[in-house]
């Protein structure tokens, strides 16, 4: 690997902010260092992989977040909070100067682990430490909330898991109580509920209204669809409107699909490829004759990205692929071929015109 890499220039790479001519550089650099280009490669797998992304950063500050962040061991933060972003420690720290060129390398790697993983882990912390025993007292909610192309987990104390996509809100009480356990989605999430005491476990979204006892489901509740969805991947759910009574709930089970309309209609239950609804909790993308206009909403969520149509007659084509470790830009290469379009990238904006 050469040693003269450039690695801040590098890092915006990886970030996709470089401008158009710095792009045009680093990947010159990459083609002409194959071991480079392997490591690269290797570190957008992963990031695709993790489906966590950040704002744009600068290094500088970023690393000494990082380094505060390593420390939470040895000392308590005067303050950590739930934030779109990991936020830095209000505490003062003598530097530990690496000699260059590693230094910078590892200001790099460290970095990466905050594209990959402080988000995750401050969300992750945070829910841990909550006791969410019933207290009628102390009932205030809670909102956890995650940007274009990161994606948290979270656990409560009775054992259930909340997976939460990119671009969602989950909305939740401190402390559960009256026997009820009920959250407030937007977006999308998975959940693998715990059987508690028969206390029933609520999710209201978009209208609609989920309750089950213990079992695993997915619910897609985009504020911008035309629809609520529902995935049932263990066990069995009720599925109604919100005003609807308990009554005209229909039954979901292991391996169905049942969506509410804007209108309160309610489609019958059918079967459907539970590995096509819930890859995205393995950070793969699977479309099957999937409309191209749900296809970049996707995509704009999972990758933070604007992408512009310029030929409306694309919209009417349907898309079938799988996506598993690549990097956006091998995505959209891959899907202007099929609809034999060209496109053109400006940062973080994709422009796609057909072909005459």
């Not at 992304?53 to 990082?66: G, H, N, T, Y």
């Not at 007292?137 to 409560?156: C, H, K, P, S, W």
């Not at 409306?312 to 891959?334: C, G, K, M, Q, V």
Request: aromatic residues 10%.
């Amino acid at each position: 690997m050469n040693k003269n890499v450039n690695w801040e220039k590098l890092a915006r790479y990886f970030a996709d902010e470089p401008p158009q001519e710095e792009r045009q550089e680093v990947e010159k650099t990459l083609q002409n260092d194959p071991d480079l280009g392997k490591f690269i490669k290797d570190l957008q797998s992963l990031r695709s992989q993790a489906r966590i992304w950040k704002d744009p950063c600068d290094l500088e500050s970023e690393w000494e977040a990082f380094t505060m962040k390593a420390r939470i061991g040895e000392k308590k933060p005067e303050e950590m909070r739930h934030s779109r972003r990991f936020q830095s420690y209000a505490e003062t720290r003598q530097s530990h100067r690496l000699s260059s060129p590693f230094r910078t390398v590892f200001r790099v790697a460290a970095m990466i682990l905050l594209i990959l993983g402080i988000a995750f882990v401050s969300y992750q912390v945070g829910i841990d430490q909550q006791d969410l025993a019933d207290d009628p007292d102390q009932l205030t909610m809670r909102e956890i909330a995650t940007d274009q192309g990161q994606r948290v987990n979270l656990r409560f104390s009775d054992g259930t898991k909340v997976s939460l996509n990119a671009a969602s809100t989950l909305r939740f009480p401190e402390r559960f109580t009256g026997g009820v356990r009920e959250v407030h989605l937007e977006g999308e999430a998975y959940f693998d509920v715990v059987n508690h005491n028969d206390n029933q476990f609520i999710v209201r979204a978009g209208g609609m209204t989920v309750e089950v006892l213990g079992t695993q489901f997915n619910v897609r509740a985009w504020a911008d669809d035309k629809q609520v969805e529902v995935v049932v991947a263990e066990g069995m759910v009720a599925f109604r409107t919100e005003d609807g009574v308990p009554e005209d709930a229909v039954t979901i089970t292991r391996g169905f699909y049942s969506y509410i309309l804007q209108d309160g209609t309610i489609a019958s239950p059918e079967p459907v490829s539970l590995n096509t609804y819930l890859a995205w909790l393995e950070g793969k993308l699977i479309f099957d004759r999937t409309p191209v206009r749900d296809v970049f909403k996707q995509l704009e969520r999972n990758y933070n990205m604007e992408i512009v149509v310029q030929e409306p007659s694309l919209y009417d084509r349907h898309i079938t692929a799988t996506f598993s470790d690549e990097s956006i830009d091998e995505i959209i290469r891959a899907l202007s071929i099929s609809l034999n379009a060209h496109f053109e990238r400006e940062g973080r904006r994709v422009i796609l015109v057909g072909k005459e």
